[in-house]
C-alpha cells in the first residue's frame, strides 16, 4: 500500500512496484487509506508519506498502531523531511527511506518485507 | 605690582574657573574696555583659550556624534546581514527540501524507463539504441542534481546548526562496502582499482547515514582527484577509536592550501574542472566534529592523498 499526496511520485512508486509484480493499492488521502485498511485490506507492508495535508502521516500512523487489527503491518515512511528537527524520530517502530532514493533501494526494501510475510 | 594686585589674580581665576566649566563672560568689548593694558591682554588671552576649547569641545561633539551613527549604521548594516543570511539559509532550506520529492520522482522513472525500454521491447533497434542512450544521460542528470541537492541541504542544515544526528549500533564496515556498492558503476566507468581492507567488524555508536555521508564524499573526491590510480580505503579499530582511512595516488594537494581544504567552498584545483558545489570535504569535517570525531589529510602534489577520520569508540 502506497500513501502519498505527490501525484507524480505516486504513480511513479505505483508503476515500479507493479513492473516487479507486487499488487498495489495507491491512495492520496491517508484516511481512505485508513479506510481502506479498518475495511479488511491487509497489505505486506505501506509506504506512508509524512508531510500531507487532511492526516498526517504521523496521525496515520497513531491511527494504525491504536487499532489492534493494523498494528502489525510493516511501514516504511519515504520522507524528504528531517530526522530531529522535523521530528521523523519520534516515529516508533518505523523504517526510513530518505528522498531521494532510487529504485534499487526502494525494491531492495520491498523485497525485504514481502520475504518477511 | 601688575595687573591691580591679589584682586586681578581672583578676577583671572574667577575667569579661569568659568571658562573651565565651559562658560565665559569677557566679551570683546570688556576687553577694550579694560583699563590695564596688561589685564586687557590677559583677558584677551582667555577669551582666546576659551574660544579654543569651545572650539575642540564642539569638535569633539561633533565626531562623538558620527561615531554614534557610523555605530549605528553599522549596527542596522550588521542586523541586514544577519538577516539576509538567515534569508538564504531559509531559502536553501526549503529548496533544497522542496526538490527532494521531485527528484525522487525523477529517479524513480528514469530506472524504470531503462530497466522497461529494453531493446528487445522496442521494435527498432536503432531507435532503441538511441533511446537508451538518452535514458543513461536522463539518469547521470538525475545523480548529479541529487547529489547536489544532497549537498544543499547539508549545508542548510549546517548552517542553521542542527546537522540532525541519531546514533545508532554501526558497523563501519558496512558503511563501507555500501558507499562502494553505491559507486560501482562510476568505479567501472573509471577503470579503477579500489582495494578494500576491512577484515573486521568496526562496531560503535554513530549516525549511520552520516557516516555514511563522510565516507560517500571521501571516496567521491579520491574518484575525481584521483587521475585513475588505484584507490584504497581501509577501516579498523584502535583502543579508544575507529578509523577509516581513504587513500588516493592523483593530483595530491599543496601545502598552503591542505589547511583550507576543510573550509567551505574550497577546492585546492580549478572548480571549472570538477563539479559539485565544493562543500563534501567541509561537510565531511562538520559531520566528524558532532560526532566527536577528527579528519585529517596527509597530501602531496602529484602523489595523491590520504584521508583518515577517527570517531570515538
Known amino acids: ?117 | 605690582m601688575p595687573w591691580g594686585g591679589s584682586k586681578a589674580t581672583d578676577r583671572i581665576l574667577m575667569h579661569l574657573a568659568e571658562i573651565g566649566a565651559g562658560r565665559c563672560t569677557i566679551t570683546d568689548d570688556i576687553v577694550v574696555a579694560e583699563p590695564d593694558p596688561e589685564m586687557s591682554q590677559v583677558l584677551m588671552g582667555l577669551l582666546v583659550l576659551h574660544e579654543d576649547l569651545s572650539y575642540a569641545s564642539r569638535q569633539r561633539t561633533e565626531a562623538e556624534m558620527a561615531l554614534r551613527v557610523v555605530a549605528e549604521e553599522r549596527e542596522r548594516l550588521l542586523e541586514d546581514r544577519r538577516q539576509a543570511v538567515e534569508a538564504r539559509d531559509q531559502f536553501l532550506a526549503v529548496a533544497a527540501h522542496e526538490l527532494r520529492t521531485p527528484l525522487t520522482t525523477l529517479s524513480l522513472l528514469a530506472d524504470h524507463l531503462i530497466a522497461t525500454q529494453t531493446p528487445n521491447r522496442v521494435a527498432d533497434s536503432g531507435a532503441a539504441e538511441i533511446l537508451k542512450h538518452h535514458l543513461g544521460r536522463l539518469k547521470r542528470q538525475v545523480e548529479r542534481l541529487t547529489a547536489l541537492v544532497v549537498e544543499m541541504l547539508d549545508i542548510s542544515r549546517i548552517t542553521r546548526g542542527h546537522l540532525d544526528l541519531v546514533p545508532g549500533p554501526v558497523d563501519l564496515r558496512d558503511v563501507v562496502h555500501e558507499v562502494l556498492d553505491r559507486f560501482d558503476l562510476e568505479i567501472r566507468r573509471r577503470d579503477v582499482t579500489v582495494k578494500v581492507d576491512a577484515p573486521d567488524p568496526v562496531r560503535g555508536t554513530w549516525d549511520a547515514a552520516h557516516i555514511d555521508q563522510v565516507v560517500t564524499n571521501l571516496f567521491s573526491n579520491a574518484l575525481k582527484y584521483g587521475a585513475g590510480q588505484p584507490i584504497e580505503v581501509s577501516v579498523r579499530a584502535e583502543t579508544s577509536h575507529a578509523v577509516i582511512v581513504v587513500r588516493d595516488h592523483g593530483v595530491g594537494i599543496p601545502d598552503d592550501e591542505q589547511r583550507k581544504i576543510f573550509g567551505p567552498f574550497t577546492r585546492a584545483v580549478a572548480a571549472k574542472h570538477h563539479e559539485g558545489l565544493g562543500l563534501g570535504l567541509w561537510v565531511a569535517y562538520q559531520i566528524v566534529q558532532a560526532s566527536g570525531g577528527r579528519i585529517k589529510v596527509d597530501s602531496r602534489p602529484e602523489e595523491g592523498s590520504t584521508f583518515t577520520v577517527e570517531l570515538p569508540l
Open chain 1, 1 to 117: 500500500m502506497i500513501i502519498d499526496d505527490d501525484d507524480d511520485l505516486r504513480e511513479a512508486l505505483v508503476d515500479v512496484m507493479s513492473a516487479q509484480g507486487y499488487e498495489v493499492a495507491a491512495f492520496a488521502d491517508a484516511r481512505v487509506a485508513l479506510a481502506a485498511l479498518e475495511e479488511g485490506r491487509t497489505p505486506f507492508l505501506i509506504l506512508l508519506d509524512l508531510m500531507m495535508p487532511g492526516m498526517s502521516g504521523w496521525e496515520f500512523r497513531a491511527a494504525q498502531l491504536a487499532n489492534p487489527k493494523l498494528l502489525s503491518i510493516p511501514v516504511v515512511v519515504v520522507t524528504a523531511a528531517n530526522m530531529v528537527s522535523d521530528g521523523v524520530h519520534t516515529l516508533s517502530d518505523v523504517e526510513i527511506l530518505r528522498k531521494p532514493f532510487d529504485v534499487s533501494t526502494l525494491l531492495t526494501t520491498a523485497a525485504r518485507y514481502a520475504a518477511a510475510s
